[in-house]
Each structure stands twice: as structure tokens, then as C-alpha cells.
């Protein structure tokens, strides 16, 4: 098993910046891809971001996220880092973290673990 803990969510105003973490325990991180998937209200699911579980560590983004938002991991603190710039208002959603052994099935927004989720709005 492996428990996944969001924080770093708020109230910010468009064009702000702010940084989602995600604290792993109960299993190695480093054995597992690790993404973010958001949801917005009344909307479906969204594939983010998501950093591959291999050295060099591949990272791969969704459009919407593409040059703004930066994924990380720090396998010697069990946490991985969603940076997010330039936010606008449809960046509002609650950002879930999820982990699983392979980094497609976080792609595809069927990972084995998932965190409660932290809520980010972006006022206009």
C-alpha cells in the first residue's frame, strides 16, 4: 500500500504561482510513477502531470499544463512537487495525487493509489 497526502492548495488570483507537495509513505517511492490528476467542479477528470519512477525521471504533461506547470521528485524526502505558474481561472479544480508502478496508467487516470486531494481556486 502506499498513502499519498496533498497539501499546498489555496486561494490565489490569476497569474499567480503556487506549489502543490505530495508526501508518500509506506512503500518506496522511487518504485513507482507519481502524477497529478485534477478534477474541476461538475467536471470530469483530468490527466495533469506525471514523473516516471526511472533514473533520469521522465516527465510528461497535459497541453493545458504544458510550460507552466512543472512535476519533481525528491526520493530522499518521499515527495513529489507539482509547480504551477501563470494560473488561470480554469486551473481550478481539486489536484489529486496518484502513484502507481506504471506511469501509463496515471496517463489514463486509472492509478492504484490516490491521494484525498487539495483544493486550488484561481479568482479572476
Known amino acids: 500500500q502506499v498513502q499519498l497526502v496533498e497539501s499546498g492548495g489555496g486561494l490565489v488570483q490569476t497569474g499567480d504561482s503556487l506549489r502543490l507537495s505530495c508526501a508518500a509513505s509506506?512503500?518506496?517511492?522511487?518504485?513507482?510513477?507519481i502524477g497529478w490528476i485534477r478534477q474541476a467542479p461538475g467536471q470530469g477528470r483530468e490527466f495533469v502531470a506525471v514523473?516516471?519512477?526511472?533514473?533520469?525521471?521522465?516527465?510528461y504533461y497535459a497541453d493545458s499544463a504544458k510550460g507552466r506547470f512543472t512535476i519533481s521528485r525528491d526520493n530522499t524526502q518521499n515527495t513529489v512537487y507539482l509547480e504551477m505558474s501563470g494560473l488561470k481561472p480554469d486551473d481550478t479544480a481539486t489536484y489529486y495525487c496518484?502513484?502507481?508502478?506504471?506511469?501509463?496508467?496515471?496517463?489514463?487516470?486509472?492509478?492504484?493509489?490516490w491521494g484525498k486531494g487539495t483544493q486550488v481556486t484561481v479568482s479572476s
Open positions: 509506506g512503500r518506496t517511492l522511487s518504485n513507482y510513477a
Open positions: 514523473v516516471s519512477r526511472r533514473s533520469g525521471y521522465s516527465s
Open positions: 496518484t502513484a502507481d508502478e506504471t506511469l501509463n496508467n496515471i496517463v489514463i487516470m486509472t492509478p492504484a493509489y
